[in-house]
C-alpha cells in the first residue's frame, strides 16, 4: 500500500545519498574551545576565499579533539584537531596505534589565559600565582606544616586582597587551559609559598609533589567549568565573589561585565603577552592528519592559510580578535610547505 | 404519611432548608471555591511564567531582527578588482577599499568630528565577503557607483539599539568611546541607520568576529532535511509496527516485551541517541559527519517510539463495532483496518506524529555527537542530495553555537534565533490542535 512505497522509497533515497557521500569534500576540524574561535575565523575567510567549501569546525575541549583526531585515518575521521595545548606522548601513541602516524604540529600563536571577576565585585586586581595556590590548592602550607586547605577567604592568606570567600571558576580537565593554569599558576605558586619544598622534605618524591600541587580543593571553593567560557561568565555574572578563568580574546569581548587583575604584577595584554612578561600564556595549535593530504580537497591550502601572514600575523584578523602572533610563524609556514611531521622531521 | 407523624419530623429540619444553608454546606462549599481559587492561582502562575518567558525572549531577541547599517555608495575600479583578487586574502583587501571610500566620502562631506581611518574600521563590520561576492556575480557593475548597506559593527550595533551606553562602553581596539561621536554624526547624515536584518533570517553562520554577518537561513534548511528523513522514516515505520502489534500481534510474551521496550525507549535521553548515532552511522555504516541524513536518521530512532505509542492509543480509540461490521461484511483484516480502521484513527496519528516531529525539531544533544553542532552552518545545499550530505547544521544547533561566542552580539543572534524556532514549534503545534480539531471522530 501506500506507506509501504513511503518505506521503500525512503530506504531508497538514504542508500542513494549514502553511496554518493563517499567522498567528503571539505575539511572537518575539531577540538579546542580556545582555539575554536581563531578556526573559525579562518574557516569563513578560507570559504569566501578560495573556491573550497568552508570547513567544518567543531568545539568540545583539545582533549576529546585530539580523542576523536586519533580515532583512525580516512573520511570519516576528522582531518585537524585543534589544541590549546601540546599533544601528549600518551596522544601520540594511542594516534599510532589506531594508524594515524604522521602528524604535522602547527603553533599558531599564543594566548593570554586571565583572572577576571565581575567588574561590581570585590577587588580582585592584583594576584599572585602564590595567591591563587593558596586559595585553590587542596594542601597548602601554613605556618611550616602542609595542612588541608583552611582558607574559606582571599585575605586569610594574604591581607592585601579582599576579605570575601574564596570561589574559582577554573576549566575543566578535558580543556587545555586547565594544563597551563597548573603548570603555570598552581605549581609555580607551590613553589613559590614553599609547600612543594615542604611536600619533598616530607619523603614524597618530586613528581608526587608537583601531582600534589597541582590537585585542586574539592571542598566547593573551586569549580570546575567543562563548558565554554560564556558557562564562566554566566557563572562570574551570579557569583560576586566568583573568580574566572577565561582566554585573552574572550575577557577583551566582554570588558564590559568583567574586570581582569594582574598576575605577578603585569597586566595582560598582547603586548606583555607578547614579550613573555606576562606570565600565564601559552601556544595554541592544531594538529594535522598527512595522510589525509590529497585526499581531502583544501586541506594543505586551509592550513598554509591559517598561518599566513595576511591571517596569523601581527596585522591579520586573527590578531585583530585577541590571538598573540606567532614570531616564528615562518618556520611554521615552512614547515607546512614541506609537510614536515612531528618528531624528527623525518 | 400523616399530618400528625409529619410536624414533628418537619419541624428540626426547617435549618437544612435549602434556601438557609447550615455549617456543613458552608463549610463544604468553602472548600470548593477554596480549590477553585488553588485552581485559578496554579494557572495565573503558569500564565505569569509564560509572559515572562515571551517578553523576556522578545526583548533580548528582537534586536537580532533589526541592524545598524552604513550606507555607501562607491565605485570599484577594474584595477582595484583586480589587485584584489591577486591577493591571498582578497577579502581583506575589498574591507581595505570599502574603508579607503568611506574615508574619502567623510572627508569631502566636511564632518566636523574628527576621525581616521582606524575608527572607520572600527565602525564598519566585515564587508569583505560581501562585497566580494557582490562583485565576482556583477563583474560589469565594476567601474559603476553601486551603493552598498553593509553592517556596522557589532559594537556600532549594540551602542544603536541600547545595549552599549556611553558609560558601559570601555576603550578597546573593537570601539573606542570617542568613535561614538563620529557615530553620532555618521547617524545624522544618514549614513549609519537601523534597517530590518534580512540576512539574519536568509544569511548562513558567520565567523566569531562578524555578528552582523550571522543568519539562520542555512540551518532552518538543515533543520528542513533532517525534519524530512524523520518523516519519510519514522511515519511509514512508526504505522507499520503499530498497526502490527495492535491488529494483527497475537498477546503473548513477546509482543509484552516489545511493548514495555517501547516505552522505555521513549523515556531514553536524547544524548544517548547521539552516542549510538556516533557509533552506527558514522563509525559503521560510513555516514559523513555533519550531515543532515545522519542528524534525521538519529532523530527517526528518537520518534519512533512517540509515534508509535500515539498511534497505538489512536488505533485503539476505534470502537471494535467498526472491525467487526467490515468482517462482517466480508473483509479480510487486512482490509478492515486499512479501508476502515486506519482512515479513522489519521487524525491521531498524524497529531502524534507532528507532535514527534517538534519535539526532534527542537533537540540538540544528539546532534553534538554526530558534528552538527559548530561552526558548521555555511553555506545552502546546492542539490536535494547536497541537503541531506552535506556538512550544516540545525536550528537549535546554530542557537546553542551562538550563545557560547564571546561577543554579545552573538548572544542577541541566539535569543532571536529562539523566536525563530519558537515560531516554527507553534505553527506545528497549531496545525496538530487543527487537525485534531477537524477530523477527530468521538464515538
Known sequence: MSFAKLATSALALSAMAATTAAARDQVQIAGSSTVLPYASIVAEAFGENFDFPTPVVESGGSSSGLKRFCEGVGENTIDIANASRAIREKEVAACAEAGVTDIIEVRIGYDGIVFASQINGPAYTAFQPADIFNALGSKVLVDGTIVDNPHSQWADFNANLPAADILAFIPGTKHGTREVFEDKVLLEGCEVTGAMEAMMASGMSEDDAEDACIDVRQDGASVDIDGDYTETLARIDTNPNGIGIFGLAFYENNQDKLKVATMGGVAPSTETISTGEYPVSRPLFFYMKKAHIGVIPGLKEFASFFVADEIAGPDGPLSAYGLVADPELAATQTAIEAETPMGGGS | ?443
Open chain 2, 1 to 443: 404519611m400523616t399530618d400528625a407523624s409529619m410536624t414533628p419530623a418537619t419541624a428540626p429540619k426547617k435549618k437544612s432548608s435549602l434556601l438557609v444553608q447550615d455549617a456543613r454546606t458552608r463549610q463544604r462549599n468553602a472548600a470548593e471555591t477554596r480549590f477553585r481559587m488553588f485552581g485559578m492561582a496554579a494557572i495565573g502562575v503558569g500564565l505569569l511564567f509564560l509572559v515572562f518567558l515571551f517578553t523576556s525572549i522578545l526583548r533580548s531577541g528582537l534586536p537580532a531582527f533589526t541592524q545598524t547599517v552604513v550606507e555607501i555608495e562607491f565605485t570599484m575600479t577594474q584595477e582595484q578588482f583586480d589587485t584584489a583578487e591577486s591577493k591571498m586574502l582578497k577579502t581583506g583587501e575589498y574591507q581595505k577599499i570599502f574603508v579607503n571610500a568611506l574615508t574619502e566620502q567623510l572627508d569631502a562631506s566636511g564632518l566636523d568630528v574628527a576621525f581616521d581611518g582606524k575608527a572607520i574600521e572600527r565602525i564598519v563590520g566585515k564587508p569583505g565577503g560581501t562585497i566580494r561576492s557582490f562583485f565576482l556575480e556583477n563583474p560589469d557593475r565594476i567601474g559603476t557607483p553601486v551603493s552598498f548597506e553593509l553592517a556596522a559593527s557589532s559594537r556600532v550595533d549594540g551602542y544603536m539599539n541600547g545595549r552599549i551606553t556611553r558609560d558601559t562602553l570601555v576603550d578597546s581596539r573593537f570601539l573606542m568611546a570617542a568613535d561614538l561621536d563620529l557615530v553620532d554624526a555618521l547617524e545624522d547624515a544618514g549614513i549609519v541607520k537601523g534597517a530590518f536584518n534580512w540576512n539574519f533570517i536568509t544569511g548562513t553562520d558567520s565567523g566569531v568576529d562578524n555578528p552582523g554577518g550571522a543568519g539562520l537561513g542555512a540551518s532552518v534548511i538543515g533543520s528542513f532535511f533532517m525534519m524530512l528523513v524523520v518523516l519519510f522514516l519514522s511515519l511509514p515505520i512508526g504505522v507499520a509496527a503499530s498497526i502490527y502489534l495492535e491488529e494483527f500481534a497475537p498477546k503473548n510474551r513477546w509482543t509484552d516485551l516489545i511493548e514495555v521496550n517501547i516505552s522505555n525507549l521513549a523515556a531514553v535521553p536524547s544524548i544517548v541517541f547521539g552516542i549510538l548515532g556516533l557509533a552506527v552511522f558514522i563509525q559503521f555504516a560510513g555516514f559523513p559527519q555533519s550531515a543532515p541524513l545522519v542528524g534525521g536518521l538519529v532523530l527517526t530512532l528518537m520518534t519512533l517510539p512517540t509515534i508509535i505509542i500515539s498511534t497505538r492509543a489512536s488505533l485503539a480509540a476505534v470502537p471494535p463495532s467498526i472491525r467487526d461490521a467490515a468482517l462482517g461484511v466480508g473483509a479480510s483484516k487486512m482490509q478492515s483496518v486499512f479501508h476502515h480502521v486506519l482512515p479513522l484513527a489519521m487524525p491521531g496519528i498524524l497529531t502524534g506524529t507532528i507532535i514527534g516531529l517538534a519535539q526532534a525539531l527542537g533537540e540538540t544533544a544528539p546532534l553534538l555527537l554526530i558534528g552538527m553542532v559548530g561552526f558548521v552552518a555555511r553555506e545552502y545545499p546546492e542539490t536535494f542530495l547536497g541537503g541531506l550530505t552535506d556538512a550544516n547544521s540545525a536550528m537549535p544547533a546554530q542557537i546553542y553555537t551562538w550563545a557560547s561566542r564571546a561577543d554579545p552580539g552573538f548572544y542577541e543572534k541566539a535569543w532571536g534565533g529562539i523566536i525563530i524556532l519558537l515560531l516554527f514549534l507553534i505553527t506545528m503545534n497549531a496545525i496538530a490542535v487543527l487537525l485534531r480539531r477537524r477530523f477527530e471522530r468521538r464515538w
